[in-house]
């Protein structure tokens, strides 16, 4: 089993930045896709970025690439995500999850992933 425990978010200005943290307990992340996804209030969760842990391959929503950087500290099981510009399209609950490595074109869905946080609250004002 796994514990998966985000933190990192709050309120920010359109065009700062905030890193968000997800470390795990009761397991390594290593051999599995560690993902973050997002859901505003009234929409559809979706996909932000996710990291191969064991061999670093980065994949990110077109919505957040160039802005936002997902990374991985081996020593602290942890996994980032690194905000930048952020815009007050980017408020929502971000969640982290991993699970068994999904392959390339099923990396973005939620269905490939078992565990999950509860998800940290980022606002973005104008």
């Known amino acids: 089993q796994v514990q998966l425990v985000e933190s990192g978010g709050g309120l920010v200005q359109a065009g700062g930045s905030l890193r968000l943290s997800c470390a795990a307990s009761?397991?390594?992340?290593?051999?599995?896709?560690v993902a973050w996804f997002r859901q505003a209030p009234g929409k559809e969760r979706e996909f932000v970025a996710a990291i191969r842990y064991s061999i670093g391959y980065t994949y990110y929503a077109d919505s957040v690439k160039g802005r936002f950087t997902i990374s991985r500290d081996n020593g602290k099981n942890t996994v980032y995500l690194q905000m930048n510009s952020l815009k007050p399209e980017d408020t929502a609950v971000y969640s982290c999850?991993?699970?068994?490595?999904?392959?390339?074109?099923?990396?973005?869905?939620?269905?490939?992933?078992?565990?999950w946080g509860q998800g940290t609250q980022v606002t973005v004002s104008s």
């Open positions: 009761g397991r390594t992340f290593s051999g599995q896709a």
């Open positions: 999850a991993a699970g068994r490595n999904p392959i390339y074109s099923r990396i973005g869905s939620a269905y490939e992933y078992d565990y």
